[in-house]
């Protein structure tokens, strides 16, 4: 199992040149495309956690917009976790290159709910695309969190654990593809398999 250690902040990041880098680079399915792509996560006191996720790549498709779209159909960037470790749900976070994104949570693929079912709005999902990059901001907020989980907030301290895993996908891009973090060793592809998450520690 990896682990990511998830630094934590007084304040939201300026930048994030040097916050650790998880790198989606675990090929199970398919192997003829693998764009160079990462994660990166930090928790900032008293707010929540700021996930950054990146990809090389110069021209993703993105077809889907808005929210609870098919992203994962596009050129698709994604974070998956189980915040609360005495819940079995999780949260699947999936965005493409122009911010569209398909935010849900529950036990398993069939029990999920949308989160603008629970919570007021989506989580605020930020893109940046730049010549041979693209990049996705999203914020999730303790607020969110609360409401999601029954949790209370202070749970998320120095040395708290939780789980999940980074996807990189294209379903239905020109070269279907599937890359992970943490891999998940199944037969046919499928990221909602939280018992193949990596574990998360705050520092």
Known sequence: MKEYKVKILKNFPESFDDIEKAEINECVWLFDYKPYSFAQVVFVKNEGFVIKLTSFESNPKAVHQGFYSDVYKDSCLEMFAKFDNSCEKYVNIETNSIGAS?????????????????IEKPFPVKAFKDKDKWS??????????????????????????????????????????????????????DYHRPEYFGKFILI
């Open 102 to 118: 398909l935010i849900a949570i529950g036990k398993d693929r069939h029990e999920r709910v949308r989160i603008d079912e629970i």
């Open 136 to 189: 996705t901001e999203i914020f999730v907020s303790l607020k969110d969190l609360e409401k999601l989980y029954g949790l209370d907030r202070s749970i998320f301290k120095e040395g708290y654990e939780f789980y999940g895993n980074f996807y990189k996908c294209g379903d239905e891009t020109e070269t279907e593809h599937y890359v992970m973090w943490n891999r998940v060793e199944t037969e046919k592809p």
